[in-house]
C-alpha cells in the first residue's frame, strides 16, 4: 500500500506542477495578448484561468489526502476508521487509498 501511495503522491504532483505551469502561460497570455479583446475573449480567459486554478486546488487538496495516509501509515493508524475506530473494509482502501473513515461514518458526514 506505501509504495501505491507514493506513486500516486508523485502523481499528484506532477500533475499540480503541470496545472501551475499552465496557469502561468494563461496569466502571460492575459497580460500580452489582451490587447483588442472583446468582454467574451476577456470572460473566456478569466474562465479557463479560474478553472485551472480550481483544478490545481482539488489536486492539491488530494496531494494532502494521500499524504496524510502515508503519516497513517507511519503511525500505524492506516486502515481505521477515525470517527469509530472500526477497521475501513480493504475494497474501501483499494478504491480510495486515502479513506480515514468507514463508509457508515462517511455516508454520516456526507449527510450532515
Partial sequence: MRAALAARLDELREEYQLH??????????????????????????????????????????????VERALERL???SYGWCERC????????????????RCVTCKQLEERR
Avoid at 500580452?32 to 486546488?57: V, W, Y
Avoid at 472500526?86 to 487509498?97: K, M, N, Q, T, Y
Fill in 20 to 65: 501551475l505551469a499552465e496557469i502561468a502561460e494563461l496569466q502571460r497570455d492575459r497580460l500580452t495578448d489582451s490587447a483588442g479583446d472583446d468582454q467574451a475573449d476577456t470572460g473566456s480567459k478569466t474562465f479557463e484561468r479560474e478553472q485551472e486554478i480550481s483544478l490545481a486546488n482539488s489536486i492539491l487538496e488530494r496531494t494532502t489526502q
Fill in 85 to 100: 475506530g472500526d477497521a475501513i473494509p480493504v475494497e474501501r482502501l483499494a478504491a480510495f487509498p486515502s479513506a480515514t
Fill in 74 to 76: 507511519d503511525e500505524g
